[in-house]
């Protein structure tokens, strides 16, 4: 245990990178998926079930927690990771993605974004200020900046609008945050598709300074391809010895292309919310648990799986209580879920320390198009 946020860079292959963020909470192995624990919560999974799939760290959402049940509440209940039983780290976002995209009547200035809850339609404001100051009640380890990630589709002129005031917003978040030992404020690179602007992005938060930087605005609905050729050049523009964090991403396949490009975290609903509609993701690609197919099946989801669903349920099982709308549905397949993008995480570390990720990718590209195993 350490009292200080420091990232230690342990292995490379070609882009790939190996780490640990260490935190007085614990470490963080990298590369790191951040299952999303949007309302103090990963749905479907107690905290502890979720700690056991191999998660370093959650994510928290800023725009939902300070709508309901309010930041000051956490705080006087001791802060987030006592309200909800979750001692590791624990990243909370902005706000600023949210609240464009959920909120109603927003309206934006330079001072920042004020907007009706999309809860009770009361008023709220955000702006880089505040968005510190409930970060800071609710005590979380790794803070992001204030941005504006702009809503697709957006001219040129937009983006770049949009990534300038982001820009200034980030030399206020750092202003705000102020010195706080052991926890960590990351800046949020935005800029679209556009390179230049990537680049000056990247420039303006270098210059400011902080200890880590995340890519803002993909996974969006550009698609995978532009994601990637975002990614082959802007993780080059970040510092080498700071973690770099995709937001919102992604699939099984566009972490591993995000991992090769030389990203170190990532979040998104996807296992757990896939885990809800009947989805599983394993090995050899998605399984839609829904289908006929699985009725009198008694094998495994995935026989080299070690999770509890895996292990110890029937495909027939996790069938029936699926179409019986049966609460552990969502249970077994959100863990299930969970379990594998951890391992996928782990296979990911382990080949990159061993020199063989290239094969690593190779194998998973290959058992993915092999697709779901022959039903009976
Ligand atoms: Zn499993």
Redesign the pocket.
């Known amino acids: 245990m350490t009292e200080k946020f420091s990232f230690e860079l342990q292995a490379t292959d070609g882009a790939a990178r190996k780490g640990v963020i260490h935190t007085p909470r614990g470490d963080i192995r990298t590369p790191a998926f951040m299952p999303v624990g949007t309302a103090a919560t990963v749905k479907a999974m107690m905290p502890e079930s979720v700690a056991a799939t191999g998660a370093d760290i959650l994510l928290g959402n800023t725009y939902h927690l300070m709508l309901r049940p309010t930041a000051e509440r956490v705080a006087a209940l001791g802060g987030l990771h006592k309200f909800m039983n979750w001692q590791k780290p624990i990243l909370t976002d902005s706000g600023g993605f949210q609240v464009m995209s959920l909120a109603g009547l927003r309206k934006l200035t330079e001072e920042g974004v004020t907007f009706s809850s999309h809860v009770d339609g009361s008023k709220h404001m955000l702006s880089p200020e505040r968005s510190m100051e409930i970060q800071k009640l609710l005590g979380s380890d790794i803070v992001m900046c204030f941005d504006e990630c702009p809503a697709l589709p957006a001219t040129d002129k937009e983006v770049a609008r949009a990534m300038e005031l982001s820009m200034r917003w980030a030399v206020r978040s750092k202003e705000a945050f102020g010195d706080r030992p052991g926890h960590a404020l990351f800046g949020i690179m935005q800029g679209g598709v556009t390179q230049e602007l990537r680049e000056q992005s990247a420039r303006a938060l270098t210059d400011i300074g902080f200890d880590g930087y995340a890519i803002g605005g993909l996974a969006v609905g550009e698609g995978q391809e532009a994601m990637f050729g975002v990614l082959d050049y802007a993780t080059g523009f970040l510092p080498e010895d700071r973690p770099r964090y995709l937001m919102g991403v992604g699939k099984p396949d566009d972490i591993v292309g995000a991992v090769e490009r030389g990203v170190d975290m990532m979040d998104c609903v996807l296992p757990s919310r896939s885990g809800r509609t009947g989805q599983a993701w394993t090995r050899h690609g998605q399984i839609n648990i829904k289908n006929s197919r699985h009725r009198d099946d008694p094998r495994p ?2 026989e080299n ?1 070690g ?1 509890p ?2 292990r110890n349920y029937s495909r027939a099982y996790l069938h029936h209580v699926f179409r019986a709308n049966e609460m552990i549905s969502g249970m077994l397949l959100t863990w ?1 879920n969970l ?2 993008y951890q391992d996928l995480m782990q296979g990911m570390r382990d080949a990159i320390e061993a020199g063989t990720f290239k094969a690593y990718v190779a194998d998973f590209h290959a058992k993915r198009a092999e697709g779901d195993i022959e039903p009976l």
Request: hydrophobic share 20%.
């Open positions: 989801l995935d799986c999770c669903a895996c299930h379990h594998y």
